[in-house]
């Protein structure tokens, strides 16, 4: 195995990065963190000055430093396009956060510019690192629970008006709690069913806030081989109220995920397994099967997804989560918004 380590330089340091990436990155044993830049100096000489890197206020500045192998870019939506396609013409490999772009099309001439030049590409989906995350998909394409026909979601937090927050904002974020937090899950879905979504019916509304994105939001998802999903998306629920939850239900059983989504490797896993069902019971007062809980070896999701990028470019494997997978969830997003405003069905990516 490759002993070199992939040196980081981090765009947008604040927020998720500050708070997650950034630590996954120094607890990783095949990257480093070589260097930050944030909007201001102020802002990057701060982050710098806690981890003890070199800081910048300038991408091109960063860019420029020999010590960095590759990038991960946390910045707010709508500098992505232009960030993106300048760490591109640098040559380095990039990890970008989701959503790509604020559009699929823009998302897009990121992904053809690096396959142009033959760099790697990576999306910050984390959340397909989770330990039950992991172990749902294997049991789903392993056939435990028979042929999936419903999958169920809620992903949900509070996220009052806050001054000069880009994700509460169109023109900066592109959309509110589906495209924040929904796009985690519908990625997924796809991600532990191999099931592409083809059509999407949706509502979107703004309950309680006044900001300008949706703080509600609710999809019916039609996979590619017939199952009909439903995802639950809030930025108006209280944290201590939130359920956080990710469920499959097959034509043999089930698995049900509570707690399973997030930024932390937690929760719990029941699955039910039939060998074979029975007949059909009117009265409907049957035993339900003992559902068994799975046990799981948490880790750091941040850390996980890190060494899976380094190990992509310094050993040349595939990409875990190439950004083309992100691109795909974006495209579900952006039909449900369409079949929002509509109040039709959606076909994505028509």
Request: proline share 4%; hydrophobic share 40%.
């Amino acid at each position: 195995m490759n002993t070199k380590k992939l040196r980081f330089g981090v765009i947008g340091a604040g927020g998720i990065a500050d708070r997650r990436t950034i630590p996954g990155i120094l607890a990783s044993r095949h990257g480093e963190l070589a260097a930050v830049m944030d909007a201001t100096m102020p802002a990057a000489q701060r982050v710098g000055s806690k981890y003890s890197v070199k800081a910048y206020d300038s991408v091109k500045a960063l860019l420029a430093d020999s010590a960095v192998d590759a990038v991960y870019i946390a910045s707010p939506v709508v500098n992505h396009v232009e960030q993106a396609l300048a760490v591109c013409e640098a040559g380095k490999p990039l990890l970008l956060e989701k959503p790509l772009a604020l559009t699929c099309k823009e998302g897009q001439r990121i992904v053809d510019a690096f396959a142009t030049k033959g760099l790697p590409l990576a999306t910050g989906l984390m959340m397909r690192f989770a330990t039950h995350i992991r172990q749902m998909r294997e049991r789903v394409q392993a056939g435990e629970i028979g042929s999936i026909v419903s999958a169920y979601a809620r992903f949900s937090c509070w996220y009052p008006p806050i001054e000069g927050a880009w994700r509460q904002s169109l023109s900066t974020g592109g959309g509110g709690a589906l495209l924040d937090m929904g796009v985690h899950v519908i990625d997924l879905i796809h991600f532990i069913t191999g099931s592409p979504i083809v059509q999407v019916a949706a509502m979107q509304e703004r309950q309680t806030f006044p900001y300008e994105v949706e703080d509600a939001s609710c999809l019916v998802l039609k996979l590619q081989n017939g199952a009909l999903c439903s995802l639950q998306n809030h930025f108006n629920i209280p944290d201590e109220a939130a359920d956080w939850r990710l469920d499959f239900f097959g034509d043999k059983g089930c698995l049900l995920g509570e707690g399973v989504l997030g930024q932390v490797d937690a929760g719990s896993l029941k699955q039910i397994s039939l060998q074979q069902t029975g007949g059909y019971d009117s009265a409907q007062d049957g035993q339900r099967a003992q559902a068994q809980q799975i046990a799981g070896a948490y880790g750091n999701l941040y850390t996980r997804q890190i060494d899976s990028f380094c190990l992509s470019v310094l050993e040349d494997r595939p990409l875990e989560v190439p950004a083309g997978e992100a691109l795909l969830a974006q495209a579900v997003v952006e039909a449900a918004y369409e079949s929002g405003k509509t109040g039709r069905f959606v076909n994505v990516g028509q």
